[in-house]
Structure formats: C-alpha cells, structure tokens
C-alpha cells in the first residue's frame, strides 16, 4: 500500500510540474496561430463566392465571420503585426 501511495504522490507531483510549464504566453500564442489557420482557410473558401458576388474577399469573409471570436481578425491580425514592425524601427 505504501508503494501505491509514492507511486501516487509522484505522479501528481509530475503532473504539477508539467502543468506549470504551460505559460499564459504559450497558450496566446497557440491561439492566435490557430485564429490565423482558421482565417487562412476561411479566405480560400471563400474566394469562389466572392468572386460571384463581385466583392472582396476580405468582405465576404468579414460578413461571414461577424459576431465571432474571429470578427474583426482581417484588421486587428494586420495592423498588430503593422505595429510590431514599427516599434523595432523605432529601436
């Protein structure tokens, strides 16, 4: 029984220390490539419909993705990136 128990105690001292090894940062970081995959794909789809209804693609995938946790990623994805690039210059 004794084994058991530091068999136990090990596994969930191993596990605290796993799970502490996941940073706030990483877990940003992982979700923005994700919003950017998921934007990515939403673009390619819907290229063929865009093309039909004689608007942008930028449109049509803005409409489409209104209301989401996606809304707004064309401009906010592209301005931050815009203004990364800006601080380094001012370095």
């Not at 449109?59 to 996606?70: A, E, F, P, Q, R």
């Amino acid at each position: 029984m004794r084994q058991f128990l530091l068999k136990v105690h090990f596994v969930i001292h191993s596990f605290k220390a796993q799970a502490g090894a996941i940073s706030p940062g990483l877990i940003a970081a992982m979700q923005t490539f994700g919003d950017k995959l998921a934007l990515k794909s939403a673009l390619e789809s819907m290229a063929p419909l865009a093309i039909l209804g004689g608007k942008s693609v930028s449109d049509v995938v803005s409409n489409v993705l209104k209301g989401t946790k996606l809304d707004g990623l064309l401009t906010n994805g592209h301005s931050s990136e815009r203004d990364d690039s800006d601080d380094s210059r001012r370095r």
